[in-house]
């Protein structure tokens, strides 16, 4: 129709189909008639090969008018800068880039370790214990996985409250989880995270909510008897 072809000719010529006005001449550009029915199809007109189609613009645009690059009107664009947060810090000497700062806080994570080591060391597997944490309430329990003084992260296995088997494992190495020296509990209740084992690797053996890995500082050992917290008579 029409109106299609108003359509395909914005694309060309620039101007809005509701603005163009379509005139039909001949092979010797003789005038014809003027195509004026939008909804008439364009085989409804007398066109042979050769016709001429003229679009006649109403828009009230000039010709020419955005050729002279003078008359448009021009737009600031915001200029970024090219320098980047890598190269900024490079220059500064911060964060990754300042030596003096990173074998700081270095030889501060070294020293961290080697006071939770000492800690370790000092906390036999098979001792009661008492994990104690800012904001949390007193958890009773068992040492269950600690680092020997020899160096060698020890576990117990076949626990009860008569009798366990020490087990050495391979050499000294920190656990897989997370970085540090940790320490396994296995709580006196139910209030742990899991059963002894973290990512698919076991450390220990103990019921489902019963285990979980604290950091030694929050450890206290000694005569801490367990309590009877009366689960056993509730249903």
Request: net charge negative; hydrophobic share 35%; proline share 5%.
């Amino acid at each position: 129709v029409i109106m299609l072809t108003l359509c395909k000719l914005e694309l060309v010529v620039g101007s809005p189909a509701s603005c163009m006005d379509l005139e039909l001449y001949t092979v010797d550009d003789k005038f014809v008639m003027k195509l004026d029915s939008d909804e008439a199809l364009l085989g409804s007109y007398p066109i042979d090969d050769g016709c001429r189609i003229h679009v006649i613009d109403r828009s009230g645009a000039n010709i020419g008018e955005y050729e002279d690059v003078t008359r448009v009107e021009k737009t600031t664009l915001i200029s970024f800068p090219t320098d980047t947060a890598r190269s900024f810090m490079k220059r500064s000497k911060l964060g990754q880039y300042n030596r003096e700062e990173m074998l700081k806080k270095e030889a501060e994570q070294e020293q961290k370790l080697a006071e939770e080591k000492a800690l370790v060391e000092a906390i036999s597997v098979g001792a009661r214990c008492e994990v104690r944490s800012s904001g949390q309430p007193n958890k009773r329990g068992t040492v269950m996985y600690a680092v020997t003084s020899r160096g060698r992260r020890a576990c117990l296995v076949g626990f009860s409250k008569h009798h366990f088997t020490p087990s050495l494992l391979f050499p000294i190495g920190l656990t897989e989880f997370k970085p540090g020296y940790w320490i396994g509990v296995k709580y006196d209740e139910p209030l742990g995270k899991h059963d002894g084992s973290v990512g698919g690797k076991r450390y220990f053996e103990c019921q489902p909510k019963y285990g979980a890995f604290v950091k030694p500082q929050h450890v206290a050992v000694g005569d801490f008897p367990e309590e009877d917290y009366g689960l056993d008579d509730e249903m």
